[in-house]
């Protein structure tokens, strides 16, 4: 997986993931990068931007979304130890932060979108258009298939398109010189074809057995290969909240305390019940040689008109849920007469609802737009935002008393089995006085660890190896559990005999020889591919196949090799018929120029083109380096404890 994102590292697929992590987060739609929602502040803030909280629950999305991203592209090659190789973690708290620094730096500067412009880009979206024109029921599939509110995805949307903005800026004044087009243009236009053969560095298998002297020899060599890193033995206390919530008995004061504490969290939104009536703007329909821009305009005017005419309709005495039937292009509220049922605030975009919020019971607004048209609507019915009361919610208000309780309890319990046990270092004695138990790991190492009871906790394991001979930890605090540690053991780290790791050196000695066995084999036939310029006759009796690559240019990642600029370089200055190889990393090819294409010259309209593209390159590194500048001079904290 990882030679496949190194090989094509500057292809267009990883070059438009990274500069989305750069750009955080701009003009993206299935992958939102935690956009999608309200960010919401559940789990901490794992890290602040100038002031400004990111929390653990948006930072967990933004994460999941960028696996999801690379497992969809890489499909069956993805796998979940390819995480923490590509650093997908950090990567997405890299793309929040800077996502929070952009959207800081648009609110100095002022950058706004307005409704106008945030219907134009939702409409224009490709995944929400069928038959070349928006649909209303994609749209709202797409909003409960991703578990999204229409205001939420506005929103999101919105900041998309003040971040694109901002970017833009850096697009005025790049100047392109006539060789940056001609070097453009050429790297663009010029193609070349190779018949290519490879293989790993290990390919050539080695039926040898290695005497005693021989394992001895290499392992006297290379010992360091071998070693056992140090390892650690940890005495433990764990103090689990579980433990003490069937004994708590919250107050009735403390009910009510924490209920007045926390009444925001018991508040019911605003429910609305409506029915409406959609006239969608259609500009396929408008004949003619208009602009598509003109015919937009003509649609619209259209559909208002239309809408108008619904409206003056039910003023004289039509029945509001037959007209809905009629003539309503939401298929699934026409049918119920227009019916939307009952719905939170929140739920409908916020031109919709904003209409709501100015009618009375059974009034009927004017002409409405939205992304999906021009709406008639109808107040039904109406439940103002309210606060449950403490009889509803008292329940739910124990409980977490209950558990806020038994972490209040673990934490004292903690702090008193540490401060006793660090009167006389026996946290044994310690934990007994303060009714808990000891547990000892076995030894494991920084690299290598995970005991039953403690799992995958990096704040145990560092704690553990910061602690010196005797020395009794501060409580570690987790979500799960507390827990207070005291190095039992340990154990140096240190060369192994011979004896015990007699299966590894084999192993090692056998890849190596296999590698050096393979290189000589590369050198031989690169010998004889040079003089004879044939790869089928050079590899005849081998299990080795040509392979032949279509036409790429210097711009393109090489269709089954790889972005790798060695072989491209090469591939441009060779003759036809002309042979190369190149080693890159564990890999080795040996290649042969069999077609090539000149550039020509550029017209026009393609000049145009590659000035257009060289100024983007220009800004997006201007962009990147000002990105990089304001990260240095922000105040970003990070709590690294909850990655």
Known sequence: ????????????????????????????????????????????????????????????????????????????????????????????????????????????????????????????????????????????????????????????????????????????????????????????????????????????????????????????????????????????????????????????????????????????????????????????????????????????????????????????????????????????????????????????????????????????????LTPFGYHIIKLEGLEEERIKTLSEVRDGVIQSLKEIKARQRVRRTAKHIHQDAEKGSDLKSAAEKNQATTSVTGFFSRENHGSSGIGDNPQFYNTAFSLTENQVSQPVHTLEASFILKVAENKPAYIPELKEVKEQVTEALTERVRQEHTLAKFKELEEKIAQEKDLEKAIQGLDLSVRHTPFFSKADSIPGIGNIKEIKNKAFTMSIGDTASAQVKNRLYLFKLVEKEAAGEPDKEMTQKIIEQVKLEKSRQSFQEWVANLKTRSEIMIDKTLM
């Open 1 to 368: 997986m990882l030679s496949v994102i190194r090989e094509h590292a500057d292809s267009w697929m990883i070059k438009s993931i990274l500069w989305l992590i750069i750009l955080a987060f701009m003009g993206t739609i299935f992958y939102s990068w935690g956009m999608g929602g309200a960010s919401g502040s559940a789990g901490g803030a794992i890290a602040t931007v100038e002031g400004e909280k990111i929390y653990q629950q948006e930072y967990e999305r933004t994460f999941n979304n960028l696996v999801e991203f690379y497992r969809q592209q890489f499909k069956n090659q993805f796998s979940d130890d390819m995480i923490k190789q590509l650093g997908l973690k950090t990567q997405a708290l890299e793309a929040l932060i800077q996502k929070k620094l952009l959207l800081l730096e648009a609110e100095k500067q002022n950058l706004k979108i307005s409704d106008v412009e945030l219907i134009a880009h939702l409409k224009a979206l490709p995944v929400f258009q069928k038959d070349n024109v928006f649909n209303d029921k994609t749209y709202r599939n797409y909003l409960n298939y991703q578990r999204i509110s229409p205001s939420d995805f506005e929103d999101s949307q919105r900041e998309s398109l003040i971040l694109e903005k901002l970017e833009k800026l850096f697009r005025v004044g790049s100047k392109v010189s006539q060789n940056e087009i001609q070097q453009a243009f050429i790297d663009q236009k010029e193609k070349a074809k190779l018949d290519y053969i490879r293989f790993n560095d290990d390919h050539f298998q080695v039926d040898k057995t290695f005497s005693d002297s021989e394992l001895n020899d290499f392992f006297e060599a290379n010992k360091k290969l071998f070693e056992v890193p140090p390892q650690i033995k940890v005495e433990y206390v764990k103090i689990d909240p579980k433990t003490y919530i069937a004994e708590i008995e919250p107050r009735d004061e403390d009910i009510e305390d924490h209920y007045q504490t926390h009444i925001a969290d018991f508040r019911i939104k605003k429910m609305y019940r409506a029915s409406h009536i959609l006239v969608n703007i259609k500009s396929s329909d408008i004949e003619g040689d208009a602009s598509p821009e003109e015919k937009q305009k003509q649609a619209q005017d259209k559909a208002k008109t239309v809408a108008a005419e619904l409206k003056e309709k039910i003023l004289k005495g039509a029945d509001f849920g037959e007209l809905a039937k009629k003539h309503s292009d939401d298929p699934g509220s026409g049918a119920q007469g227009g019916s939307l049922g009952e719905f939170p605030k929140g739920t409908m975009v916020s031109a919709f609802e904003a209409a709501l919020d100015k009618l009375k019971i059974n009034d009927v607004s004017e002409p409405v």
